[in-house]
């Protein structure tokens, strides 16, 4: 976890390497990240491998993932955990989410599970959390955490998004993540939360 006695460290320009080998998270931080003019590399492409997420929490596994993507990279990295929280299972899938897919990465198969597990439970509340985590190759870390709040549906609706989006409802709107347009889930999201503290503290407004 960063050391909160140090001021918080802006980026200063450079390459900036996405720890993720996940398309759907690329994308969205790619568009994101558009207006600040950064040079994006990604962790496939200077083939970095994916470590083993074994923290207890989205900000752990989010600050190992940067921390050693960085320090591989010898650039500042920008990382990413997210998940489903599901109050009614405990908080599963949770850091969990992605390996409920399996090895196949099949979210089908993991919004099926979470649907079988409820077994009809009425409580049909969940939030998404992403966690972003910025470090750079000497250690230090910024943390920023953002939420979204809503129900399940079933089935699944929609075919955009990834993960478990089209079985989201984010509370207030009549689409799923997996129905709406891009640009207004980036509005909304819990990613586009932790992104607009990020860059209130780390990036220059754009031009």
């Known amino acids: 976890m960063p050391d909160r006695a140090l ?3 802006r980026f200063a320009g450079g390459p900036l390497v996405i720890a993720t080998h996940n398309k759907g998270k690329l994308a969205e931080i790619a568009d994101l990240l558009r207006p600040y003019d950064v040079a994006i590399l990604s962790a496939g492409e200077l083939g970095l491998d994916e470590p083993e997420e074994t923290g207890t929490s989205f900000e752990a596994n989010a600050t190992l993932k ?10 500042a990295a920008l990382a990413d955990d997210s998940g489903l929280v599901v109050p009614a ?17 099949d979210f089908s198969v993991a919004m099926r599970q979470v649907e079988e597990r ?20 000497d250690g230090h870390v910024e943390v920023f955490r953002g939420e979204v709040h809503g129900t399940l549906v079933w ?13 989201f409802l984010p509370a207030g709107s009549t689409l799923t993540f ?22 209130a503290a780390c990036f220059a407004p754009p031009p």
Request: a positive charge; hydrophobic letters at 40%; glycine letters at 10%.
């Open 7 to 9: 001021p918080t460290r």
């Open 66 to 75: 940067a921390c050693l993507a960085a320090d591989m990279s010898q650039f």
């Open 89 to 105: 299972l405990g908080g599963d899938p949770g850091i969990y989410s992605a390996r409920w897919a399996g090895p196949a990465k």
């Open 118 to 137: 409820l077994a009809g439970n009425p409580d049909r509340r969940a939030l998404f959390v992403a966690v972003l985590a910025l470090a750079w190759p």
């Open 155 to 167: 089935p699944p609706r929609g075919s955009r998004g990834f993960g478990y989006d089209p079985m």
């Open 178 to 199: 997996g129905e709406m347009d891009p640009a207004e889930k980036h509005r909304i999201s819990h990613r586009a939360e932790a992104f607009r503290k990020l860059v």
